[in-house]
T-cell receptor, first 115, second 112 residues
Framework: GAVVSQHPSWVICKSGTSVKIECRSLDFQATTMFWYRQFPKQSLMLMATSNEGSKATYEQGVEKDKFLINHASLTLSTLTVTSAHPEDSSFYIC???????????FGPGTRLTVL | RKEVEQDPGPFNVPEGATVAFNCTYSNSASQSFFWYRQDCRKEPKLLMSVYSSGNEDGRFTAQLNRASQYISLLIRDSKLSDSATYLCVVPPVGSGYSTLTFGKGTMLLVSP
């Protein structure tokens, strides 16, 4: 099956720093990638949808200047949490769909802890 | 009514038991439904999809009740490895598979 990787798997940073998370499709071309956030005991909440080569579409309430998304190639999307604060601590998961768009394949997630 | 609602549980069952949980959805026009399984601190993984009345895969059976707007997941002969959170997913109408709305999930704990 299709494989999506994320890096890093976990990160701890100080408040005010920026953190970049990478999402890669390893064996297929991902025309669309999604970024989710999941707080403890909560559901996955879609943050943004990005198509290769175009600007990401953010969900209501998600600050695009704080969560910078770049989808420069068909196999890589990055999410940068700028000036992270403790309330940004969460589990960030990406997913990707191929050209048929029939299924979303999830990455293993990145656990961000902001001190 | 929220878009997708699930009983958070936890459902505590012994090995070998049969357990079922439901998920209600708000949009009567929804056509497709999915059950995902998420282990602690892991990504969700697709378990089953439901497009019409139901679907069965081994010990797992998913059923759709359009009149009452809910889908159910039945697990027979529970295994310890079935312990996980089960997420109900309903794509918004017209979005295809690409946009997913997740429920909060139902936690299942299977004990020896």
């Amino acid at each position: 099956g299709a494989v999506v990787s994320q890096h890093p798997s976990w990160v701890i940073c100080k408040s005010g720093t920026s953190v970049k998370i990478e999402c890669r499709s390893l064996d297929f071309q991902a025309t669309t990638m999604f970024w989710y956030r999941q707080f403890p005991k909560q559901s996955l909440m879609l943050m943004a949808t990005s198509n290769e080569g175009s600007k990401a579409t953010y969900e209501q309430g998600v600050e695009k200047d704080k969560f910078l998304i770049n989808h420069a190639s068909l196999t890589l999307s990055t999410l940068t949490v700028t000036s992270a604060h403790p309330e940004d601590s969460s589990f960030y998961i990406c997913s990707a769909t191929g050209t048929d768009g029939n299924e979303q394949f999830f990455g293993p997630g990145t656990r961000l802890t902001v001190l | 009514r929220k878009e997708v609602e699930q009983d958070p549980g936890p459902f505590n069952v012994p090995e070998g038991a049969t357990v079922a949980f439901n998920c209600t959805y708000s949009n009567s026009a929804s056509q497709s439904f999915f059950w995902y399984r998420q282990d602690c601190r892991k990504e969700p993984k697709l378990l089953m999809s439901v497009y019409s009345s139901g679907n069965e895969d081994g010990r797992f059976t998913a059923q759709l009740n359009r009149a009452s707007q809910y889908i159910s997941l039945l697990i027979r002969d529970s295994k310890l490895s079935d312990s996980a959170t089960y997420l109900c997913v309903v794509p918004p109408v017209g979005s295809g598979y690409s946009t997913l709305t997740f429920g909060k999930g139902t936690m299942l704990l299977v004990s020896p």
